[in-house]
């Protein structure tokens, strides 16, 4: 009777905390804000691309309308043509430059790899990492300056809005807000013990002088999750580390169908539960357990919950069209969904954009194999 209540208590618990939290998040969670124009002369934007052309050609002209003072490429041994395209759109830029990547080494992954190439080839006193598929809107660049100003982050990473368009790739990514937003309250993110740490990979804006006294990517080289890590080495080293949601100035379209998303979270699902295939099945089984199971016989109380949940997400990341707030309805769905991202995330190995990736109870310990 006792281990039946629990599992009865055990919706609620988890549904109360993620609610509270994304309550917290509401009012104290940073937004970036539209600000005077900034001095970006000093600011290097560095892009690690590989196989990203069908992404550039929609991106790469808002990041270079930013006007940094120098933008570096790493055409990461792309088969898609992303150097020649980068090139053709950034013709007549003296900014600008796409570099060719060299062939991933041993014990590197190939993202900490690139970028740890872009930063040898990176001049500015500020080095902004940011992925081929983020969106820099109009004043984007002032803004993220002007809230590492105010915050006097060593490390300000960005959590761009989601830009989801087809119904396929609405399934999942959405999963991307709701474990930040419903997990980590803002407050416990400013303490400055490196545990209590949160990153983007997608933008990272270092001031230099930090970045090189971690080590920069090489201090991380074997993560698969490095942005987190990067952020823990910041606070090792006496630094800050700020985090801001995008809103209408820098967004993201991460998948472009339900099968991607699926071999994207499937990429990072066991390091994000601590290399622990068994910690990951239990959180698909509490993720069962409170939406899928009172679909079926749980109070209306519950449902609402989750429901409200969703909206609360949404409403903090701005992102309340109709389309969007739609979303809310599939929690019920969303553990079922996302089953084959768990059983891709306990393979031994997991393959992203053509490189297979070693998996271990200690991922830390074992660095992922190079390009295969």
């Known amino acids: 009777m006792r281990a039946a209540g629990l599992w009865r208590a055990l919706p609620w618990a988890v549904l109360g905390v993620k609610v509270a939290v994304a309550l917290i998040n509401l009012p104290t969670f940073p937004r970036l804000r539209p600000s005077a124009p900034q001095d970006k002369t000093g600011v290097s934007v560095l892009v690690p691309a590989r196989n990203e052309a069908h992404n550039l050609r929609e991106t790469l002209p808002g990041l270079l309308a930013q006007n940094a003072g120098e933008v570096r490429l790493l055409d990461d041994q792309s088969e898609d043509g992303t150097g020649a395209l980068a090139r053709q759109l950034s013709a007549g830029r003296r900014e600008v430059q ?7 080494p041993d014990g590197w992954n190939g993202k900490t ?4 190439q872009l930063a040898q080839a990176a001049g500015g006193e500020w080095l902004l990492f940011t992925d081929a598929d983020v969106r820099w809107r109009p004043g984007a660049l002032d803004a993220l300056l002007a809230e590492a100003a105010r915050t006097r982050a060593d490390l300000l990473s960005v959590f761009p809005r989601q830009d989801n368009v087809t119904p396929g790739e609405r399934l999942l990514t959405p999963l991307v807000d709701h474990v930040l937003l419903t997990l980590l309250p803002a407050p416990l993110l400013r303490v400055p013990h ?8 997608q933008v990272m804006l270092f001031r230099r002088a930090a970045y090189e006294r971690l080590g920069g ?10 942005d987190v890590a990067l ?3 910041v606070k090792a080293t006496g630094g800050t580390v700020s985090v801001a949601l995008g809103q209408g100035l820098i967004g993201v379209r991460m998948y472009r169908s ?10 990072n699902a066991l390091t994000v539960h601590g290399g622990s295939r068994v910690v990951l099945g239990l959180s698909w089984a509490v993720h069962l357990l409170t939406y899928t199971a009172p679909l079926r016989r749980g109070p209306p109380l519950l449902l609402a919950l989750a429901l409200l949940e ?3 997400v949404r409403v903090l990341t701005g992102r309340t069209r ?3 707030l739609a979303e809310v309805t599939l929690a019920p769905v969303v553990p079922l969904l996302a089953l084959p991202v768990y059983l891709r995330a306990a393979r031994r190995t997991v393959e992203w954009k053509g490189r297979h990736y070693a998996q271990s109870e200690n991922p830390q310990d074992r660095p992922p194999r190079g390009a295969t």
């Open 322 to 324: 109709p389309a969007d």
């Open 113 to 116: 790899w690139a970028c740890w």
């Open 310 to 312: 969703g909206v609360l």
């Open 194 to 201: 490196p545990s209590a740490s949160a990153a983007n990979g």
């Open 98 to 104: 796409v570099l060719d990547g060299q062939p991933v």
């Open 258 to 267: 339900y099968q991607d998303s699926v071999r994207g979270f499937g990429k």
């Open 217 to 226: 990517h090489a201090a991380v080289r074997a993560h698969l999750l490095e």
């Open 231 to 233: 952020s823990r080495e």
